[in-house]
C-alpha cells in the first residue's frame, strides 16, 4: 500500500511540471516493479532446512502421521538433470535417489532420519535401480500387521513400465524392504498416492491408462496387494498428481493436468465414496497464480491437528531437477467446496 502511496505522489509530481519523458519512463518502470513483485509473492523459501541447516530432499511427498509425530517422505532428487533423447515431452531426468524421511512434531521442524528406501546401483533391470523412476512415495500404517508400508510410482526412464511398486517396514523412519511392483488389475500405474480411511481400509489412487484415467483401487487387508475391486475415474480426464482427503465425510481429490514437470492448473473432484461416484468440480485454487497453481503441482493434503488441512505442491525446475522447491499453503473446505489461497505477498 506504502508503495502504491508513495508511485502516485511521483506520477502527480511529474504531471504538475509537465514531464512527459519521465513520465513515460515512470510508466514503464512501475510495471516492471509491479511484475517482479508478483512472481516473488508466488515463491515459497527457495532453501528450506532441516534441523540441521540442510535442504529439505523429500519431492513428490506425502505424510504419515502415527503416535504424535509427522513423517514426511518424499524423492531424493540429487546430481545433473540431462534430458532422455527422442521423447516426444521433456523427460528431463535425475538419477532415482530412493526416498527421503523426515519427522516432526509440529510440522516446522523437520528432523531427517535418513533414506528410508535405498535406491540399487548396477540393477538395470531391477525396479529400484538409480538410472530408472522412483516418483510420488507415500505410507501408511496397518495396524493388524504392525507394519509401515511405502507405495511408490517405479518406471523406466521413458516412463514405459507404469508399475506399482511396495515396500513394507517394521518402523515408521525405514528401512523399508522393497517387495516387488504390480500392475494393479493389469492396467498402467503412474502418479499415484495412497488414501487410509477411518474404517482402516487403504486404496491406491494412480493415473492409468496412459494418464486418461485415476483408478481408485482397495488394497488387500494387509495394504501389500491390489484387490480385484476398483473404479476407473475421472474417465478421459488426463488427470496426474492425485492427492486425496476426507473432510466431513466427504472424499476429496486434488489433481493436476499432464504437462510433465510444468505447472497448470488443478482441480478437484468429490465423492460420498472412495469407489465414486466422483464428480469434478473447477480450480480449487484462487488468487494470482491460481492457474499455475501457484507455479506448482499437487502431491498431498495433510491435516495439521489444531490449525486445518495443508496442501502440499511442489515447484518443479525442470532443467535442474535437484533445485525444485515446495509450497506449502492452507485449504478450506466451505460449503462442501475447496478453496486454496496464497496469502504470501
Ligand atoms: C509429472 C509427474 C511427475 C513426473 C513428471 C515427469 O507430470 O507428476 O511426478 O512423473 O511428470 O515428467
Not at 273 to 290: D, F, R, V
Request: charged residues 20%.
Amino acid at each position: 500500500m506504502e508503495k502504491y502511496y508513495l508511485s502516485l505522489g511521483v506520477w502527480r509530481c511529474l504531471k504538475k511540471q509537465n514531464n512527459y519523458f519521465m513520465r513515460r519512463i515512470f510508466f514503464i518502470a512501475l510495471c516492471f516493479a509491479c511484475l517482479a513483485s508478483f512472481s516473488s509473492s508466488a515463491q515459497t523459501p527457495k532453501n528450506w532446512l532441516d534441523t540441521k541447516g540442510h535442504v529439505i530432499n523429500a519431492h513428490g511427498a506425502g505424510v504419515l502421521y502415527y503416535n504424535g509425530t509427522y513423517y514426511l517422505f518424499g524423492e531424493i532428487k540429487k546430481g545433473n538433470t540431462w534430458r532422455v533423447p527422442n521423447q516426444d515431452w521433456e523427460d528431463y531426468r535425475v538419477p532415482a535417489g530412493g526416498v527421503s524421511c523426515y519427522s516432526s512434531k509440529d510440522f516446522q521442524h523437520w528432523k531427517y532420519e535418513g533414506v528410508a528406501l535405498s535406491p540399487v546401483k548396477g540393477q538395470p533391470d531391477g525396479d529400484l535401480d538409480t538410472g530408472r523412476v522412483i516418483e510420488r512415495p507415500k505410507v501408511i500404517y496397518n495396524a493388524k500387521t504392525r507394519k509401515f508400508v511405502m507405495w511408490m510410482h517405479v518406471d523406466k526412464k521413458d516412463y514405459s513400465y507404469s508399475q506399482a511398486g511396495v515396500a513394507v517396514s517394521d518402523s515408521p523412519v525405514g528401512p523399508y524392504k522393497y517387495i516387488r511392483s504390480v500392475k494393479p488389475n493389469g492396467n498402467m500405474a503412474r502418479d499415484m498416492t495412497v488414501f487410509k480411511d477411518d474404517d482402516g481400509k487403504a486404496y491406491l489412487v494412480f493415473s492409468s491408462d496412459n494418464n486418461n484415467t485415476m483408478d481408485i483401487c482397495l488394497l488387500s487387508d494387509d495394504y501389500l496387494s491390489p484387490t480385484k475391486t476398483h473404479v476407473p475415474t475421472l474417465v478421459n480426464r488426463r488427470r496426474e498428481a492425485p492427492a486425496v482427503f476426507k473432510s466431513n465425510g466427504k472424499y476429496y481429490l486434488i489433481s493436476s493436468s499432464c504437462t510433465g514437470w510444468s505447472p497448470n492448473a488443478a482441480t478437484y473432484a468429490v465423492a460420498d465414496k472412495m469407489l465414486g461416484t466422483w464428480k469434478e468440480y473447477g480450480n480449487p485454487c484462487t488468487g494470482p497464480g491460481a492457474d499455475s497453481t501457484f507455479s506448482a503441482q499437487s502431491t498431498y493434503v495433510q491435516w495439521i491437528k489444531g490449525k486445518g488441512f495443508l496442501f502440499m505442491a511442489d515447484i518443479w525446475n525442470k532443467t535442474d531437477l535437484e533445485k525444485s522447491t515446495y509450497i506449502w499453503l492452507p485449504l478450506k473446505v466451505t460449503n462442501g467446496g475447496v478453496m486454496i489461497n496464497n496469502p504470501v505477498k
